[in-house]
Nanobody, 123 residues
Framework: QVQLVESGGGSVQAGGSLRLSCASS????????MGWVRQAPGKEREGVAA????????YYGDSVKGRFTISQDNAKNTVSLEMNSLKPEDTATYYC?????????????????WGQGTQVTVS
């Protein structure tokens, strides 16, 4: 069973930066596509970024392109999301998500494993 544990998040002023990390366990290394999905109050879940370890390809949602960077640490089996130039509209609960296979996933509905979520608040 794949388990995902997030860390990071918090509160920051507009224009600031935050870093989220997600540690995965219970899977064979390199077999998961991992991503970040966020959900703001009253809104649907939105795929923010994703990375396929098999191909190295990355996906970014239009609202975060140029500001967010997803990366992977092969040794620690973790995925991180560096968030820069944060805006109040980035305020949401951010979830680490994963699905088996090399396909780069872009939609929140693509994932079948989820972390517990971490809050990001931008004021």
């Amino acid at each position: 069973q794949v388990q995902l544990v997030e860390s990071g998040g918090g509160s920051v002023q507009a224009g600031g930066s935050l870093r989220l990390s997600c540690a995965s366990s219970g899977s064979i290394y390199g077999t998961l596509c991992m991503g970040w999905v966020r959900q703001a109050p009253g809104k649907e879940r939105e795929g923010v970024a994703a990375i396929s370890p098999a191909s190295g390809r990355r996906y970014y949602g239009d609202s975060v392109k140029g500001r967010f960077t997803i990366s992977q640490d092969n040794a620690k089996n973790t995925v991180s999301l560096e968030m820069n130039s944060l805006k109040p509209e980035d305020t949401a609960t951010y979830y680490c998500a994963a699905r088996e296979g090399p396909t780069l996933r872009t939609r929140s509905t693509d994932y079948n494993y989820w972390g517990q979520g971490t809050q990001v608040t931008v004021s």
